[in-house]
């Protein structure tokens, strides 16, 4: 690829430092694998593999042992996506929300990723779960800078360490679940990169005096809207649903079908089993939901801390839905994405993409 004669920020997470600051946010359940994650990597930017739900797609999971293949297929994507970028950085995203979220954590540091990415929920204990692993990056993600500043806080005084880096997703247009909890708060403008980034940089410049790289997501998808969030004073920025239709998305062909023929006002905000809201298709299913008629499949493995479904019956498994959708079952899925998923329209090639945003003359 030609590179454009401009200079980028340098993204550097921990001892990590990517060709471009981009990273590919982790998408579950197994939406951004080992192949997606190895060949952006491979691009120059971070590639994430998602940890959520992973043994449901593996053959070894058997029906009963649910958390020890994940953290099997864990450590081996980690290896697959490593042997197609050997010298890219490999984060994994792992969810504060899951069940078996510390396992997740250790098998990924244990497997070898450069950096763990972790939100649904504030990573408070993440230090402590990834200690013995100086080498892997350690970056929350968060809707605010009050977030950042109890993260901050509380590592600090009780590990004497700080964030590598953190992400900033805005709920106004990310994919999948969103950081706030109540659905009024999705479209204030008070959690907008344009509100949180400049006042996040301010307080860790001026306040906190430290140098942590911020990351802007949710809603970015070309060249300007990077450039917006650079000179707003992110350092990287980070995309998820223009990644999960590429040619090496780790998703079945139906799926990237669903999204590539979505329309704008297919995409719609719902109450999720884990009691925030999240940005979704309006499939089938999702309108049953809307009805209050959706029938569940089976609670199949307790993998999350909080789930309505598990606890009261209501709602339905989400683990479920997202398997269905990861095979493009389009009638029971559930197809979490970004609000300009109506900007995709063909299976782009990762290594467009890159050329596209950085390369000369595009
Ligand atoms: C299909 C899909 C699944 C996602 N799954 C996760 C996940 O497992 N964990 C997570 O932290 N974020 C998840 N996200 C959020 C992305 O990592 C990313 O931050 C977000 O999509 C950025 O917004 P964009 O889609 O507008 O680029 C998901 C997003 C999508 C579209």
Known sequence: MKEASRKWPKLRLG???????????????????????????????????????????????DGKNYFEVNKKVIRDDIALARSIAPVGVIAVNAMVALTDYEDHVRAACEGGADVIISGSGLPLRLPEIAAGYPDVALVPIVSSTKAAKII?????????????????????????????????????????????????????EEEAKVDIPVIAAGGIWDRDDMERMFSLGARGVQLGTRFATTVEGDASQGFKDVLINAKAEDVVVIKSPVGIPGRVLRTPFVKEYLQERVKSKPCFANCLSHCAYRNERKAFCIAQALVDAFRGNYEEGLFFCGSNVSRINRMEKVDEIFQELFGEGS
Not at 169 to 188: F, I, M, S, W
């Open 15 to 61: 001892k990590h430092e990517s060709k471009y600051p981009l990273i590919q946010g982790g998408m579950g359940v197994r939406i951004s694998g080992p192949r997606l994650a190895g060949a952006v990597a491979k691009a120059g930017g971070v590639g994430t593999i998602a940890s959520v739900g992973l043994a449901v797609c593996s053959p070894l999971y």
């Open 152 to 204: 901050n806080r509380r590592w600090e005084k009780h590990y004497g360490r700080l964030p590598d880096g953190f992400v900033v997703e805005t709920p106004l247009y990310a994919g999948g679940h969103l950081g706030v909890t109540r659905q009024q708060q999705v479209d204030d403008e008070a959690y907008s990169l344009e509100h949180i980034i400049p006042e996040l940089v301010a307080y860790l």
